[in-house]
């Protein structure tokens, strides 16, 4: 699906690549021209994301809840910078393998105030962290949360050594720990709260086990993915612009 000139005019980016500087936008307002939302309805607003994302290289859209703009930002934050008690609870960092067939490599997380998380590879991160390039960033939108009831998430890829579809399996794997699975959370906070009791093994053995099971299951459903003929869907059977999030393997 490609964008009407009708729809063009109320996005504020519509060059062919993601054009910042930073690793991702660092407002709505440079996506979509929010003054132009106020008369939209829900779905169109919705329709305009999908459709946008849809049409470019190198990012996702995803649409979430209302809730969880806040939910994953105060996880993330710990709360209100000025809330010590509340900082405390920082969960700021996580861990997400990519696997390929000669073995697998882990990306790290930071999350970088007020609405970014930027991954880059745990072993250049560990070297030096001032140094390290992010391979791709995801971006948690609350700027419609009140007027639309809808959370905004925007996944930039700025390196091409993640893939796009790797990219958007990193991706929802992040959503489902910030937002959508409470097992995953508690892993997230053990990781930053608990270190030493995290257990890397198990968590890099279970997530293999996700991994293979979304190929096994993209193999067998390629022939009825690519005869429905979907507008969401890239190449290889992953759903590249989710409406609520929902992961598609």
């Known amino acids: 699906t490609t964008m009407t000139q009708q729809q063009q005019r109320y996005m504020s980016d519509t060059s062919t690549g993601s054009g910042f500087s930073f690793a991702g936008p660092r407002s709505l307002n440079e996506i979509l021209r929010i003054e132009l939302m106020k008369d939209k309805t829900t779905n169109e607003v919705k329709d305009l994301w999908l459709t946008y994302h849809e049409s470019r290289d190198n ?3 995803v649409i979430l809840p209302k809730d969880a703009a806040s939910t994953i930002l105060n ?9 010590t008690e509340g900082n405390k609870n920082k969960c700021g960092f996580f861990i997400s393998p990519i696997f390929r067939d000669s ?3 882990m990306l ?8 970014h998380f930027v991954f880059a590879y745990l ?5 030096d962290p001032a140094r390290a390039q992010p391979l791709l960033s995801v971006t948690i ?5 009140d007027s639309h009831d809808i959370t905004l998430v925007r996944c930039d890829v700025v390196n091409r050594g993640v893939s796009d579809h790797e990219a958007y399996r990193v991706l929802q794997s992040h959503l489902d720990a910030y937002y959508r699975m409470k097992e995953e959370f508690e892993l997230v906070q053990t990781f930053n709260l608990a270190p030493n009791l995290f257990d890397v093994d198990d968590y890099i053995s279970r997530k293999s086990i996700k991994w293979r099971e979304e190929d096994e299951g993209v193999v067998e459903n390629a022939s009825s993915t690519a005869a429905s003929s979907s507008p969401h869907v890239m190449d290889g059977g992953s759903t590249k612009n989710v409406d609520d999030g929902a992961p598609r393997p």
């Open 59 to 61: 990012v996702h859209g």
């Open 75 to 83: 996880r993330a934050s710990g709360g209100s910078s000025s809330n």
């Open 103 to 105: 073995g697998f490599f």
């Open 108 to 115: 790290v997380s930071q999350f970088m105030e007020p609405n």
């Open 123 to 127: 072993e250049d991160y560990r070297l």
């Open 141 to 145: 939108f609350d700027e419609l949360v």
